[in-house]
C-alpha cells in the first residue's frame, strides 16, 4: 500500500525565502512582527480555521514604490500538488459561499485563498488600500524533483477585496527594487468587465445587509441603555474615527481605547478628538463641523457608555463590535448607499408604529439613479434634494456627475479640480430629522465628502434657497431637482415639489410620490405647479417597489421647470408595473432583488421615452406607453393611462367566425374517424 504523499511545505518556504534573501529584501516570517498596524489587523481578523485572531501568513513584506507608496506583501506556502487556489464558477477566489458564509477549509487548505483572507484583514482593519497578496505550493515529480507553483493576486479596493490575478510567474523576481515599479504599474492596468464589478458589487453589498443584521441585534440585544439615536450616532462616529486620511489622520484603533475613568481620557472623549482631526482636514465648515462634533458628543461623552465593566466600557464594546462586522465594506469604497442599508435596518425591527421616523422611506439605489437620468444630470448640474434622507439620491447624482465628468474630461488635473468643484459646490440636501441629517452627512463623507452643503433645516421654513456654509448670501443655482418626500406632508409631499420648483430658473424635476398626489390629493399644489411648470411624463412604479417598507402605489412625476404647462402640451403615461425586477421581503435571505425580466433594458428604455418619445418603443408596447393630454386647471389627472378599446371591428368578427368554422370541421372531421374506427370493428 502507497505512504501517505508527504508535505515539501518546508522545502517551498525554504526556496522562497533563498529567493527574498537574494533579492535582499527585508522580510518576516510568521513569528516576526511587520509594522503595528499590520500585525495588529492580522492578530484582529478571523483565523483560517474560524477563530478570532492568529493569522500568520509564512512571509510578509512591506515594499515602497517610486511614488513612495508603501504595500503590504503576504505570502502563504502549501506542500502538496493542486492546492494552490481554489476558484468559484466564476473564477473568483473562492472564500466564501454563496449564502456569504466564510469557507475556512479553503483558506487553510490552498496558499492563495489563505493569503487573500490575509489581505482583507489589512483591508479590513488599516489605512492600506492595496495589497499583494501570493500563494506558493509544490511537490515532488516521480523523480523526486521539487516543482512549484506561484499565484500573484491583488486586493485592493478598486476590486472589492475579492482579488485579481495578475499574471503568471516562476519566482518572485516582480518583488525586486529593481521590477517592483514595473508590478505596480502592471497592477494598476488591470481592470474588471463592468459586468464583473458590478457582480462583486452585489455580492460585497449583500454580504452588507446581512453585517447589518448582525450588528444591529448584537447591540440591541447585548448593550441596554442605548437608544435608537445613540445607536445611530456610535455607528456614524466610529466610522469617521476609523476612516482616517492618509499621510494626515491616522485611523482610530481599538487598542487606542484605554477604558480609562480619567476625564478628557475617556473613550469617549478619544473619539471625539479624532473625529474632530478627522473633520479639520477635511476641511468641513467650521459651523458644520460645530454641529457634527456637538450632536455625537450628547451620545459619546455620557457616564455610562465610558464606565468600565471588567476592564472593558459599553464604547469600546459597541465601536469593536461596528469595525468587525462593517469595517471592510466603508473600507473598500463601495458606491452604495451604505448609510441607506444601515438605516432601513435599523428601524426595520424597532416596530415603531406612531413616530413620525416610520414616515421616514428611503429610496431603492436603482430607483434613486432612474431620478437621477429621469433630471438629465450631468457634470455641470446643479443638484438639490429637500428631504434628502439618507442622501441616496444625492449620492446617485453625485456618482452621474463624476461618471459624465470622466467621459468627458480627458486631463487628470483638470478632472480633479472638477470632481472637486462638484462634490463641494454642486449638490445641496435638506434634513429636518437630526438622526437621519447624521446619516445623510456620514454617507457623502464616506462617497468622497460631498457633505458640504447638507443642511440641517426645516427645507418648508427655514431654507432660503442659499448656500448652506461659507456662502450663505448667495443663491444655489439649481438646475435638477430629486425627491422622495415624506407622504405624510402636505399633498403627499407635493408641497416640497412646488417650493423647490419656483425656486429654479431651468432643468429639470422628478419626484417619486403616492399615487393619489395626482388625482386628488394635491390638487391646488397640482394647479400651482402647473402654472410655471410643465408636466412630462407620469410614470406608474410597481406596487412592490417598498416592499417591507410601504405598500402604497407610488408614481414617478416629471416635470421641465420655468414653462407653464399648456393643455395641448403632450404628457408620457408609462405603465412601469413591470419593471423587470422580482421582489421579496424575507428577512433572513441573502437577497431580495432579481433581475428576471431584463430590468437594466427596462430601466434604460424609459429614460429615452421620456427623453425622446414614441421612437425609443422597443421592450414595451403601445398598451403601457400613452402619449396624452391633462387639463392644467384641473390637477387631478396625471394618473392616466391607455385608453382600451371596447368596440368590436370587422376583422374581430372575421376572426370569430374563422375560429368557430374551424372548431365544427375538426368536429366533424373527428366525428366522421369515430365513424369508420366503428364500422371496422363489425
Known amino acids: 500500500m502507497a505512504g501517505k504523499v508527504k508535505s515539501v511545505e518546508p522545502n517551498i518556504a525554504d ?11 527585508d522580510y518576516k516570517l510568521e513569528q516576526e512582527p511587520l509594522n503595528d498596524s499590520i500585525d495588529r489587523a492580522l492578530n484582529e481578523y478571523y483565523s483560517k480555521s474560524g477563530g478570532r485572531g492568529g493569522n500568520r501568513p509564512d512571509a510578509k513584506l512591506l515594499l515602497q514604490d517610486k511614488n513612495l507608496k508603501y504595500y503590504p506583501v503576504l505570502i502563504e506556502y502549501k506542500g502538496y500538488k493542486d492546492k494552490l487556489v481554489k476558484l468559484d464558477s466564476d473564477g473568483h477566489v473562492e472564500n466564501l459561499n454563496s449564502k456569504n458564509k466564510v469557507l475556512y477549509k479553503n483558506i487553510k487548505d490552498y496558499a ?5 483572507h490575509y489581505a482583507n484583514a489589512i483591508l479590513h482593519h488599516t489605512a492600506y488600500t492595496e495589497i499583494i497578496a501570493i500563494g506558493v505550493t509544490g511537490y515532488r515529480n516521480p523523480s523526486g524533483k521539487l516543482k512549484h507553483e506561484i499565484g500573484v493576486y491583488y486586493v485592493s479596493k478598486r476590486n472589492f477585496g475579492i482579488g485579481q490575478k495578475v499574471d503568471d510567474y516562476t519566482d518572485l523576481s516582480f518583488l525586486k527594487k529593481d521590477n517592483f515599479d514595473a508590478f505596480i504599474d502592471k497592477i494598476h492596468t488591470l481592470s474588471l468587465l463592468p459586468k464583473e464589478l458590478d457582480e462583486l458589487k452585489e455580492r460585497r453589498e449583500s454580504e452588507i445587509t446581512a453585517s447589518l443584521v448582525k450588528l444591529n441585534n448584537d447591540i440591541y440585544q447585548e448593550e441596554k441603555g442605548l437608544g435608537e439615536n445613540d445607536r445611530v450616532y456610535l455607528v456614524a462616529a466610529t466610522i469617521i474615527a476609523t476612516l482616517g486620511v492618509p499621510g494626515k489622520v491616522a485611523p482610530l484603533d481599538k487598542s487606542d481605547l484605554k477604558s480609562s475613568t480619567e476625564h478628557g481620557n475617556r473613550d469617549g472623549d478619544i473619539i471625539i478628538r479624532k473625529i474632530e482631526a478627522f473633520l479639520s482636514e477635511k476641511r468641513l465648515p467650521k459651523e458644520k463641523k460645530g454641529l457634527i462634533v456637538r450632536t455625537l458628543t450628547n451620545t459619546l461623552t455620557t457616564d455610562n457608555i465610558n464606565k468600565p465593566t471588567n476592564g472593558e466600557s459599553q464604547l469600546k464594546r459597541v465601536f469593536s463590535k461596528i469595525i468587525d462586522d462593517l469595517g471592510i465594506y466603508y473600507k473598500i469604497g463601495l458606491t452604495t448607499d451604505f448609510t441607506g442599508k444601515l438605516f432601513n435596518e435599523m428601524y426595520s425591527w424597532l416596530g415603531f408604529s406612531e413616530d413620525k421616523l416610520n414616515d421616514v422611506v428611503l429610496t431603492p439605489s436603482y430607483v434613486a439613479k432612474l431620478l437621477v437620468k429621469l433630471v438629465r444630470v450631468n457634470k455641470d448640474s446643479y443638484v438639490w434634494d429637500f428631504a434628502t434622507g439618507s442622501a441616496g439620491l444625492l449620492v446617485a447624482a453625485m456618482n452621474e456627475m463624476i461618471n459624465d465628468a470622466k467621459a468627458k474630461i480627458k486631463s487628470p488635473e483638470e478632472l480633479k479640480v472638477k470632481e472637486a ?5 454642486q449638490l445641496l440636501g435638506l434634513e429636518i430629522l437630526s438622526n437621519v441629517y447624521m446619516l445623510a452627512i456620514l454617507n457623502m463623507i464616506m462617497m468622497g465628502d460631498g457633505s458640504s452643503n447638507i443642511l440641517n433645516k426645516d427645507s418648508l ?10 456662502k450663505t448670501t448667495i443663491d444655489f443655482p439649481a438646475d435638477a431637482f430629486v425627491l422622495n418626500p415624506p407622504y405624510s406632508a402636505e399633498g403627499n409631499g407635493m408641497i ?17 410620490i403616492q399615487g393619489s398626489a395626482g388625482s386628488g390629493k394635491a390638487t391646488e399644489y397640482n394647479k400651482k405647479i402647473l402654472e410655471k411648470n410643465t408636466l412630462l411624463a407620469s410614470i406608474k412604479m410597481p406596487i412592490d417597489l ?20 399648456e393643455k395641448d402640451d403632450v404628457v408620457k403615461f408609462i405603465d412601469f408595473t413591470n419593471d423587470g425586477y422580482t421582489r421579496t421581503n424575507r428577512k433572513k435571505a441573502r437577497k431580495n432583488l432579481w433581475d428576471t425580466d431584463n430590468a437594466k433594458g427596462r430601466y434604460a428604455e424609459l429614460v429615452d421615452l421620456v427623453k425622446f418619445g414614441k421612437g425609443k418603443l422597443n421592450i414595451f408596447t403601445e398598451k403601457e406607453y400613452y402619449e396624452g393630454h391633462i387639463d392644467p386647471k384641473n390637477g387631478n389627472d396625471w394618473n392616466q393611462s391607455a385608453p382600451v378599446d371596447i368596440q368590436p371591428k370587422l376583422d374581430d368578427f372575421r376572426k370569430t367566425i374563422g375560429d368557430y368554422l374551424s372548431w365544427e370541421v375538426s368536429n366533424l372531421l373527428k366525428s366522421s374517424k369515430g365513424e369508420d374506427k366503428g364500422l371496422g370493428k363489425q
Open 15 to 25: 526556496l522562497c525565502n533563498g529567493w527574498l534573501k537574494t533579492y535582499k529584501l
Open 112 to 116: 492563495v485563498n489563505g493569503a487573500v
Open 421 to 425: 468643484e462638484i462634490k463641494a459646490n
Open 461 to 470: 421654513r427655514d431654507f432660503d434657497g442659499k448656500y448652506g456654509f461659507g
Open 496 to 512: 416640497f415639489v412646488e417650493k423647490a420648483l419656483s425656486m429654479m430658473n431651468k432643468g429639470y424635476g422628478a419626484v417619486i
Open 546 to 565: 417598498f416592499v417591507g417598507k410601504s405598500s402604497v402605489q407610488t408614481y414617478i412625476y416629471v416635470f421641465k421647470v420655468a414653462e407653464a404647462h
